[in-house]
């Protein structure tokens, strides 16, 4: 043990020891622990006074006494065998197996399962493997493991007892063929200036989420990494992109993952990301941003950008969404659910898929051809009704108006045809809410509540349920069943969320019934 080793305790806790030696006050010596989760830890170092170490998280540190029952871990090969290695029964041929899922009730006899044993225990052979939690603390021997495991495509080393990059690298030198490495929940001291170029060749994914890895720590390590096209860094609490050590490493860098992190500045986002003229795909969910500046003379590093993940922000206006479009022109697929701006109105949706003309997917769903013009019909008639004045005027609220106008021809605009074309895409809906799950037919004694709702036709049944269930005051749409209320009274149970509410015949008038499935 030495100091920046990672220990394990059985309460399941991690932590890199920071001290070893003698507090004043005490007898004995003592260990000086910065714990992965901060709650387990009492202070940042200091005790009476005295600071014996630094903690990076605050009060994430405590000191324990040393003990048996810690963990410091076994070798790469240890940890293999231990997971993938059975040993062999003897000579019986056939043994007594309990099922797992008969809790002990029932046993059967199995024939030969040494050979079965044998096979998984051909290392050679392995191609995916996972070692997360398996206590992975330090390589072998020179070798041991080229001729163990060579051929490990996949290797998950999530939440192990790695300490440094030079602990990581003397694994990976070893396998030549390895193309994806996860190394998340670790904690990894940064690389030393000697690591060997042949670690990574032919590395093209790196999982670094929760390991509070920087982004020039990112850097310093990708340049060793020439085929790397994904990386993820979500949980890493950066708070900036500044300081990458070689811009050149990131200019294959197809996909970015940095999920809850705190980069609240989009602008500060595209300017870091001008090095990666590759990317495709990036996630920026949970991370504080609150607006999107317009890009006007600025240039717009995120031209090729097809996929992106914006959940859970702070959006709140819907010109968030046109000066989106202004920096990512090609965007395809976007989720913003949970952001302020998706829950101010019934027709957000139909605004944002107006606002994209590029956009095919938006919150995990497709947005057919149908639902497209009926979107931008209904933006045109929006426009119309709410923005008084010449074109210019209406191009300043909403810049997607001249090219609609072109492409749907301009709405009427006069009081009574503006009301009228927009709500002739609108049906108006009955929903009824059961108290109990219907049977066969509808029956009024198990309503307890009704309300009308206007969807467009082309919504899918996934998102009337969102709506159905936000009218209701619910938030989980996996807990309500809908039924249609058909000419004779019998109730059709709706279940294919990806279809129309037009496929399911529903119009104006129609009658659904909902019940309400109360969490256990």
């Not at 042949?198 to 390991?211: D, I, K, P």
């Not at 998706?342 to 051809?369: W, Y």
């Not at 309503?447 to 009337?464: D, E, H, N, Q, Y």
Request: proline content about 5%; some cysteine.
């Amino acid at each position: 043990m030495c100091l920046g080793s990672r220990i394990y305790l059985p309460s399941g806790h991690f932590g890199t020891v920071k001290y070893y030696g003698p507090l004043d006050g005490t007898t004995g010596l003592w260990l000086g622990v910065e714990w992965d989760d901060p709650t387990r830890g009492k202070h940042d170092g200091t005790k009476d006074g005295k600071r014996y170490f630094d903690c990076r998280v605050p009060h994430s540190g405590s000191f324990i006494r040393p003990s048996p029952s810690i963990c410091y871990g076994y070798t790469f090969l240890q940890a293999l065998k231990n997971k993938y290695v059975e040993a062999v029964h003897g000579t019986a041929s056939q043994e007594k197996v309990v099922l797992g899922s008969s809790n002990g009730a029932i046993e059967v006899e199995a024939v030969d399962l040494d050979k079965i044993r044998s096979k998984f225990s051909n290392l050679e052979r392995l191609r995916e493997v996972s070692l997360d939690y398996e206590m992975v603390s330090t390589g072998n021997k020179p070798g041991e493991i080229l001729s163990t495991c060579p051929n490990i495509r996949g290797l998950d080393l999530s939440a192990t007892l790695l300490s440094s990059w030079d602990v990581v690298a003397m694994i990976t030198t070893e396998l030549h063929q390895l193309e994806r490495l996860a190394l998340n929940r670790n904690r990894l001291t940064p690389p030393s200036s000697h690591l060997p170029a042949s670690a990574w060749l032919r590395l093209s994914e790196l999982q670094l989420n929760g390991t509070w890895t920087s982004w020039e720590e990112f850097t310093s390590i990708a340049i060793l990494m020439p085929q790397l096209r994904i990386a993820e860094l979500g949980y890493n609490g950066l708070t900036s992109l500044s300081h990458a050590k070689i811009f050149t490493v990131l200019d294959r860098i197809e996909i970015l993952n940095f999920d809850s992190n705190k980069l609240e500045d989009w602008q500060h986002i595209c300017g870091a990301l001008k090095p990666c003229p590759s990317l495709q795909r990036l996630i920026l969910s949970s991370n504080g941003i609150a607006t999107i500046p317009p890009r006007e003379y600025r240039p717009s590093h995120l031209q090729g950008l097809k996929v992106l993940s914006f959940s859970s922000n702070k959006l709140h206006s819907s010109r968030d969404i046109d000066r989106l479009y202004e920096w990512c022109p090609h965007l395809e697929t976007l989720s913003l659910a949970k952001n302020p701006m998706t829950e101010a109105n019934d027709s957000v949706r139909q605004q944002i898929i107006a606002k994209i003309p590029s956009l095919r997917v938006l919150d995990a769903t497709a947005i057919s051809t149908k639902e497209r013009s009926d979107s931008e019909l209904f933006y045109l008639s929006f426009i119309a009704k709410t923005v008084p004045g010449h074109d210019e005027d209406k191009m300043k609220e909403h810049p997607q108006w001249k090219a609609l106008c072109m492409k749907h021809g301009r709405p009427v605009e006069s009081t009574a045809d503006r009301d009228g074309r927009l709500s002739r895409y609108l049906i108006e809906v009955k929903v009824h809410h059961s108290s109990e799950p219907p049977g066969g037919l509808f029956t009024p004694e198990s309503i307890i509540a009704s309300t009308s709702l206007r969807v467009l036709s082309t919504m899918k049944l996934g998102l009337f349920r969102l709506r159905v269930m936000k009218a209701l005051g619910r938030k989980n749409r996996d807990g309500i069943h809908v039924w249609l209320r058909m000419g004779d009274d019998t109730l059709a149970l709706l279940q294919n969320d990806d279809q129309e509410l037009g496929w399911w015949g529903i119009e104006s008038n129609s009658e659904i019934v909902v019940h309400l499935i109360t969490p256990a």
